[in-house]
């Protein structure tokens, strides 16, 4: 992954009382089709409650693609409420599914966590409306636009 985003985060692991606040912006990387032009607006509020690293706050962001009924491009924002507890002590960053794969060591990869949530939260496929009518299976012509005259 060339997205890394790494920040400390040994002092709150330590048991410390203390609150991170996070507000940055941070590159997404296109993924099927869908680009993301903008970095990511993300604000993390970040503590050790009871041994867990718990995250609270949210991500926006802007995907772009075609849509998977007519093809039109799509523009839309993407909002995620980020509400997350993480083990610190209990898996391994080295895999990919694992639950602290954003953790690596005593740094949260910020890039990488944003990336997974963005990623959830995007639709199976990008439509440019609710009732997009797609494109006609005879002539291919945008039905959004109206009505071809292929016999149907």
Do not use: K, W, Y
Request: charged content about 30%; proline content about 4%; some cysteine.
């Amino acid at each position: 992954m060339t997205r890394s985003h790494r920040i400390d985060i040994g002092g709150l692991l330590a048991g410390s009382r203390q609150r991170l606040v996070l507000d940055d912006a941070v590159t997404i990387e296109a993924f099927e089709g869908i680009a993301f032009p903008d970095p990511a607006r993300v604000h993390l509020e970040m503590r050790c409650v009871d041994r867990m690293l718990t995250i609270e706050g949210t991500v926006d962001a802007r995907a772009q693609g075609p849509c998977d009924g007519c093809l039109d491009d799509v523009d839309r924002s993407i909002h995620v409420d980020v509400e997350e507890r993480f083990d610190p002590r209990v898996g391994d960053a080295r895999d990919p599914f694992g639950e602290g794969n954003v953790l690596h060591g005593d740094r949260l990869d910020v890039g990488d966590l944003a990336q997974q949530l963005v990623l959830s939260a995007v639709p199976m496929g990008l439509r440019c409306r609710e009732n997009c009518a797609g494109l006609c299976g005879v002539c291919g012509a945008n039905r959004n636009a109206g009505d071809c005259s292929c016999d149907r």
